[in-house]
């Protein structure tokens, strides 16, 4: 087996390199109090259009780019609210990036879904379009909260959408849940997770609800109208979440993210680790060539912009040494696994364990080395922000 992977990903020399896709959809039913991804509503009249662009950007990629040495292990269809679009559109954008270059084995697949909006003649036809993972965005089981976060379904549309996506032959099925909402009690969360669990997804993304400018959450807030958790609440509900889906079978590999073991989302897993990305539609960021570049975050600009230069790019930044080291920092101390610190010194030709010794002093008993891995231990978690940022380099 292992040495058909090895023929299938390498040519005569180097062995070809992983690659990760994304496509923004960016159309949604109603906007949510707290979200500031760009997504916009009653314009799903404009779906042509945008499949007519997202394609040229696409074909323009390909011409330009050389993606010979990669091979493509995940896709993941996000929003905005994916499921907007017809199975027939997904699809035709699933194979056009197919074509982009070699595919990987058992490539992860994946899409959105909000609950509620996808018959199951539809969830039937993106399974056999090809998407093999479906991530829906719960957010809560209680009314209230539901309601306060403007959500358009109920608790019964999240679970009857869970047992259709079941039906419909999924077997990587995630669900994503907010906490430390206004007005939730300790309980109610925990109520949730039970929930959610009792569904049994392989996997469970749980966020904590930040306040995003430009939102009506933010409105609120900066009135005086809204109220949201004190901090110590707000961690109280990270680490009680956390111990209570480990116990149910749920680790967490991601400091948000917990799963069945081997379930854990490899699309997510590929930005976190430094996988090269190429993303498609508005608002939409790739990573290629140690140069990121984000896209013009507006529809009608972005379908005019990829008319005039096939592309929908905004602006660029190159990745130089220090943001690297800086990115690989952040993003591993948010993992379980930890930073690799063998990894960092072959990359960065340093040993943090010497060139950081202060600032390992002063974290004692919240970070943690073990394996050659650099960890943030239960009494850290919390302040795995500032732990990071006390290790990069500024
Ligand atoms: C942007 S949504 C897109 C998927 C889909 N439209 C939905 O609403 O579930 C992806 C996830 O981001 C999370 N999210 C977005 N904004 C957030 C915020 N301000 N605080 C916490 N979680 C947030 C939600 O849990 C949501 O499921
Ligand atoms: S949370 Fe999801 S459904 Fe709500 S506005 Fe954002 S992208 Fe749309």
New binding site residues.
Partial sequence: MESMVFKLHSGMNAPKKPLALYIHIPF?K???TY?D?Y?IIGREDSIPDYMTSILAEIAHTSSSLDLSQHFIDTIFFG???PNLLAPNQLEKLLKTLLNLTSNGVNMEIGMEL?PGEASLENLIAYRDAGINRISI?MQSFQPHLLKFMSRIHSAEKSISTFEDVRKAGFKNVSGDLIFAVPGQTRHQWISDLQRLIDLQPEHISTYSLTVEEGTALHRWVEAGHVEMLEETVDTGMYAWGREFLEAAGYPNYEISNHARPGYECRHNLNYWTGVEYLGFGPAAHSYFQKRRHWNIKNLDRYIALVKQTGLGEDNFEAIDKNMARNELILTRLRLARGLDLSEYSNQFGENLLTTKQEIFKKWTGKISVEGGHLRVTPAGWALTDEISSDLMSL
Avoid: Q
């Fill in positions: 949604c109603a906007k949510c979200c991804f997504s929003g905005g609210t909000n965005g």
